[in-house]
């Protein structure tokens, strides 16, 4: 089952625009990952940011992680065409033994309009 | 290219089929994934293994899949009589003990 889910589904902007997508989850996280897909394609690896960390930068990107909310959010600065693709968090949940186990959600379809 | 590889990266079967896919995982991760992804969906967990043992299988996997990864290198993805509901893409992926897990292109299965 999908522990995970983005909002929004889809988000359609200009070129130069910022970009926010949310996620929220059920359980207790070791870390959570943010994956870009381009169609048909393998996933990225973009950001991972654990639980006891609330902000993370990597060029474009900026993650936020609030534990207490259970939520994170991805913010893509200014927008580029090459930007348009699919946008997965995945969290790994803690257990006994962790192991890296993600779950992901249904994903966010940006497009970014030239 | 010192990524994950996977192949084929397309299979089309009949139904009733045997299908096998490889992953060839970063060199040394000892952690490697299988993952299955239906439209419009994120990747569904299948199963884990740490080098060689196979620690995990999600409820997802019927008796009709097995995995392997002997000598704990690259892995392999069986699925006896295919059904259509097994069309999918299959993702691999392989992790060290940093937790980041890094996704190979995937194998495209459809079954006719």
């Known amino acids: 089952s999908q522990q995970g889910e983005e909002d929004p589904q889809a988000l359609s902007i200009q070129e130069g625009e910022n970009a926010t997508m949310n996620c929220s989850y059920k359980?207790?996280?070791?870390?959570l990952q943010w994956y870009r897909q381009n169609s048909g394609r393998g996933l990225v690896h973009l950001i991972l940011?654990?639980?006891?960390?609330r902000e993370k930068h990597s060029g474009r990107l900026r993650v936020t992680l609030d534990t207490s909310k259970k939520s994170s959010s991805l913010l893509i600065t200014a927008s580029r065409a090459a930007d348009t693709a699919s946008y997965f968090c995945a969290t790994d949940a803690v257990r006994g033994t962790s192991y890296g186990k993600l779950t992901f959600g249904q994903g966010t379809i940006l497009t970014v309009h030239p | 290219d010192t990524g994950v590889s996977q192949n084929p990266r397309h299979k089309i079967t009949k139904r009733g089929q045997n299908v096998t896919f490889r992953c060839d995982p970063i060199?040394?991760?000892?952690?490697l994934y299988w993952y299955r992804q239906t439209l419009g969906q994120g990747p569904e967990f299948l199963t884990y293994?740490?080098?060689?043992?196979?620690?995990?299988k999600s409820r997802l996997l019927s008796d009709r899949f097995s995995a392997e990864r002997p000598k704990g290198s690259f892995s392999t993805l069986e699925i006896q009589r295919t059904e259509q509901g097994d069309s999918a893409m299959y993702l691999c992926?392989?992790?060290?003990?940093?937790?980041?897990?890094?996704f190979g292109p995937g194998t495209r299965l459809t079954v006719l």
């Open positions: 060199s040394e991760h000892n952690r």
């Open positions: 992926a392989s992790s060290s003990l940093k937790d980041t897990q890094y």
């Open positions: 359980t207790s996280i070791n870390n």
């Open positions: 940011i654990r639980s006891n960390e």
């Open positions: 293994f740490q080098n060689e043992a196979q620690l995990e």
